[in-house]
């Protein structure tokens, strides 16, 4: 360990009292703080979830000692979770990878950088020769930065000539782009995390706040606090400390919430909680199919009575009638969803039909009114959604469909345009199927772990035994390192700069304070070194630093609707973070989308603007839609012989895969093991009793594990948190996917439990 | 443990005798809380009744229950739980205290053990202005025993708290600043 015991009780007593007693900070954060000890403070970001909070690293004697919670900080104002309190220990565990390693008969070797990259570098060559580029694939992380991943897009879409360039986002946030894009037109959420204290309702459905985001959790409660008139609707098959703040809880069976949010809407509509002239001036409505009338749209919604949803979603109907009135009566709302709607089947129809609350009601684009989706990963809105880590997309939200979007990112990244296909790659399932298939026969793995995040992962399993494998990872051994071939080591957080975005489009730079560990490397200038390698000399030999990378990647947001060109270094260094669009170096940042002092709307023409006062300019005439979608249930629906809805799911110590927090004993101790949830009478009528070892099954897999008997799930739903490699919950999960995003639901599938 | 096998049954009960004299001239809160296995009727009568079988340390399938090795502790070679190394999770059916011939563990008094838990506000995480809710999520009586009260805080309340422990064992601080001692 970095820090003796005793050194730390002290830095964790001192870090404490200073926050409490709020002892001034000069902005940009390196004055020393308390110099009878040296430690020097950085201002950064946390390295976990996507909320984005702002982190002080105190480094002393060239080791970093203590994290604390940035005072300055607009998002967390100081306050940190308990995972980001430990994340300094995290740099120095046990399990960093320092050296290079290639596996030689069975077995990992150390070698030198040269060996590996060059070695990688040959069989990438050979494979692409003999099968072409879409033989090859890279699948990325919404934890790597924004220049990272803007350096694998180039590298394999750009130079290689293969969109098989995808990311973990696709596991995550992909519903959620589906449903902005739908609805606005254009991705990411209109509002920002300053809604939150003027918002007189929230409406926090499909997520566990207080887990997964808690720091958002935080500020809601406090706002709550304040004023005790808040209403707070959660909508959500499982009881979560989330709950100590609703109001009303409504408790659909899992994957059955689509006709609540109809219902809602009709309900909406028949008491005149609808704003007319919002919907008159700024609403479309469609169905899948085609353009709609409000009048046809009303037709659509009256299948959707109270007592339909009801018997639907087994909520009981005053409840809904309850949440309709509360989500209409309250001057501004906020809606906030994460994994529970985006994880679905029909992820982006369940997205819309939250919008649709908004869109009718107005209550959007003013303050304390959003749809607001919470991003789980700290950089998947920055760098995947923004820079285009996706198959389908272009760094800046373009896409490689539109011709003129490969034209633009060809020229500035100085290669033919016909490098790049105009035909989306393979997403996340259907690239590892391709792996199994032998269909793509090497490929470059960054910052996450598939193997056990997939879901139905032993199926992919094979792939990754059989294809060329390369991992790049900060920790060794993981779920996936068994399977590479390759494994080379990245500089952790804190040991390298770059740029994370957040869930409310705010972009914030960390510093480098620590050379990496051991032999490890940035991952953007692996990248780079193994295209210079693989013959792309001219294209990437100009990256010398982190900046050059990030100014190549601003110029290509110039004049796009997430311009980021007023986000240089210098301004990053100094501000906690910009909200884009920022076109110029003056630019303040936008709090809110569409609207008066949003750039793009205040250059809109006057014809355009004319009596409009939030204008949605991705979609035409300014219009949002308003969408009438079918509702449908889970794909694996429970039945006699898998009876239980199975949902995995979060704990707030822990973090995916452990690769990070497993390495730090205090948050293994709060949260040891897996278990799975069970209500007590579901276990009573099973046998079960708590901490009995049970068998969970589903139609892919069954899992040995404890029970934990706890009136948590609603009867006939089991939740087991998927964080655990020994109790890999993702044998269990299903990998069926939304057509739409092609995010797979891992929220729902029928299961069975037995005492083992 | 041999030590007291040893005894006879004489001196053992002069020994308890005195040990009872002891207890109740020590001022509660001036000795060292020992979290003893569920079924205690009261201290005086566990430390009258028990005979270091240690059937109940055997019977513990959560290896919870260890014998007191402090040598001037009132309770010393008694089984005793070390919450902050493995609580006792109380078991449905007991079996410490159906393994105990004793009588000193009684399933009358199973509902909770001799303590109750009692957070470190100085110390404790959550009360320093970070986002911790291990203790409360652990807790079997979550919202109950242990809640989050309107300050946003971790809160004990004693009526409900059952003493077992877990909130000690998964407090996240290298020192626990929750713990389970005497009751009020």
Not at chain 1, 106 to 129: P, T, Y
Not at chain 1, 273 to 300: C, G, H, R, S
Not at chain 1, 420 to 430: M, N, W
Request: net charge positive; charged share 25%.
């Amino acid at each position: 360990m970095g820090v003796t015991r005793r050194e730390f009780i002290k830095t964790t007593a001192a870090a404490a009292a200073a926050a409490s007693i709020g002892t001034t900070l000069l902005p940009g954060g390196v004055k020393p703080l308390f110099a009878e000890n040296d430690m020097e403070w950085h201002k950064s970001v946390c390295r976990f979830c996507g909320v984005g909070c702002g982190v002080l690293i105190g480094v002393k004697n060239g080791k970093v000692a203590a994290i604390r919670g940035d005072k300055f900080n607009t998002i967390n104002k100081g306050h940190l979770c308990v995972k980001g309190f430990y994340l300094h220990k995290i740099i120095y565990a046990k399990t960093r990878l320092t050296h290079p390693m290639i596996k030689k008969n069975g077995k990992f070797e150390k070698v030198s950088w040269d060996e590996a990259l060059n070695f990688v570098a040959k069989k990438f060559n050979e494979i692409r020769k003999a099968h072409g580029p879409d033989a090859l694939a890279f699948y990325g992380s919404g934890q790597a930065e924004t220049e990272e991943t803007y350096m694998a897009n180039k590298l394999f879409k750009g130079c290689i000539g293969t969109n098989n360039m995808e990311g973990n986002p696709r596991l995550c946030m992909a519903s959620a782009v589906g449903g902005y894009l739908t609805s606005f037109g254009l991705d990411e959420p209109a509002g920002t995390y300053e809604d939150i204290e003027q918002a007189e309702m929230f409406m926090l459905i499909g997520t566990n706040t207080a887990e997964a985001h808690p720091i958002v959790f935080e500020r809601i409660v406090r706002h709550k606090m304040k004023n005790p008139n808040v209403k707070i609707l959660i909508i959500d098959p499982r009881k979560t400390p989330t709950d100590q703040v609703a109001d009303l809880h409504l408790f659909p069976k899992p994957g059955w919430d689509l006709a609540i949010l109809h219902a809602m809407a009709r309900i909406i509509i028949k008491e005149g909680y609808a704003d007319e002239q919002f919907i008159k001036d700024n609403v479309v409505f469609k169905d899948n199919k085609k353009n709609l009338t409000y009048e046809q749209y009303k037709q659509f919604l009256e299948k959707f009575t109270p007592e339909y949803a009801s018997k639907v979603s087994g909520v009981p109907v005053e409840d809904i009638v309850k949440a309709a009135r509360m989500f209409g009566q309250a001057k501004t709302a906020m809606s906030m969803w994460t994994m529970g709607i985006n994880q679905r089947t029909r992820g982006v129809w369940a997205n819309n039909l939250i919008t649709n609350l908004h869109l009718l009601t107005g209550k959007i684009g003013k303050p304390g009114c959003d749809s607001f989706s919470l991003t789980g990963q700290p950089n998947a809105c920055g760098g995947v959604r923004e820079g285009g880590g996706l198959c389908h997309l272009l760094p800046a939200h373009r896409v490689v469909k539109n011709p003129k979007h490969r034209e633009e990112v060809a020229k500035v990244w100085g290669v033919p345009v016909s490098n790049i296909q105009p035909k989306p790659g393979k997403h996340t399932v259907a690239m590892f199927e391709a792996l199994n298939k032998g269909e793509i026969k090497g490929i470059y793995i960054m910052c996450t772990n598939p193997a056990q995040s997939l879901p139905n992962a032993s199926k992919y399993w094979k792939g990754l035994k059989e294809q060329f494998v390369v991992v790049a990872e900060s920790f060794f051994p993981t779920a996936t390192t068994k399977f590479a071939d390759v494994v080379l080591p990245a500089a952790f957080w804190a040991e390298k700069e770059g740029v994370y975005g957040c869930t409310e489009r705010r972009s914030q730079y960390m510093p480098k304070v620590l050379e990496p560990m051991g032999e490890a490397r940035w991952d953007a200038f692996i990248l780079r070194d193994l295209g210079i390698r693989m013959g792309f000399k001219k294209e990437f030999e100009k990256y010398k630093t982190a900046e050059d990378i990030w100014n190549e990647y601003i110029s290509l947001t110039k004049g796009r609707d997430l311009d980021l060109s007023g986000a240089t270094y210098r301004r990053l260094k100094k501000e906690r973070g910009l909200r884009w669009p920022v076109p110029s170096e003056d630019h303040p940042g936008t709090y809110k989308r569409y609207v008066k002092g949003d750039p793009i709307f205040d250059e809109l023409s006057e014809e355009k603007k004319k009596g409009r006062w939030i204008y949605f300019y991705g979609k035409p005439e300014g219009k949002a839609v308003v969408w009438a979608r079918p509702d449908k249930g889970p794909e694996e629906p429970t039945d006699e012989e898998f009876p239980f809805a199975l949902s995995t799911g979060r704990v707030l110590e822990h973090w995916h895969t452990l690769t990070m927090t497993g390495t730090v004993p205090e948050l293994n101790r709060a949260v040891p093991k897996a278990y799975v949830e069970i209500n007590p009478e579901d276990a009573k009528a099973l046998g079960i009793a708590n901490k009995d070892q049970v068998i969970v099954e589903t139609r892919r897999g069954q899992l040995k594990i404890e029970a934990r008997v706890i009136n948590r799930p609603k009867k006939g739903t089991l939740f087991i948190p998927w964080h655990w490699e020994e109790w890999m919950a993702n044998i269990l999960t299903i990998d069926a996917f939304d057509p739409g995003s092609k995010e797979p639901e891992y929220k729902v599938c029928a299961a069975r439990i037995r005492k083992a | 443990m041999t030590q007291t096998a040893k005894l006879s049954r004489k001196s053992f009960f002069q020994n308890f005798l005195s040990a009872i004299r002891e207890l109740s001239q020590v001022e509660a809160n001036q000795r060292n809380f020992i979290l003893l296995p569920p079924g205690v009727a009261s201290e005086e009568n566990f430390l009258q009744l028990c005979n270091e079988c240690y059937q109940c340390v055997a019977q513990c399938p959560h290896l919870a229950i260890c014998v007191c090795r402090q040598q001037d502790n009132l309770f010393y070679g008694k089984p005793m739980i070390v919450a902050h190394e493995q609580p006792c999770y109380l078991c449905s059916d007991f079996p410490c205290i159906a393994a105990c011939e004793s009588g000193a563990l009684q399933l009358e008094h199973s509902g909770s053990l001799n303590g109750v838990a009692k957070i470190d506000t100085e110390r404790c995480l959550a009360f320093n202005g970070l986002f911790c809710r291990a203790c409360v999520n652990a807790c079997p009586l979550m919202d109950e025993a242990l809640f989050i009260n309107s300050a946003g805080l971790p809160q004990v309340n004693p009526e409900k708290c059952t003493g077992c422990g877990i909130c000690e064992n998964q407090c996240s601080m290298e020192q626990p600043a929750i713990k389970i001692t005497f009751k009020a």
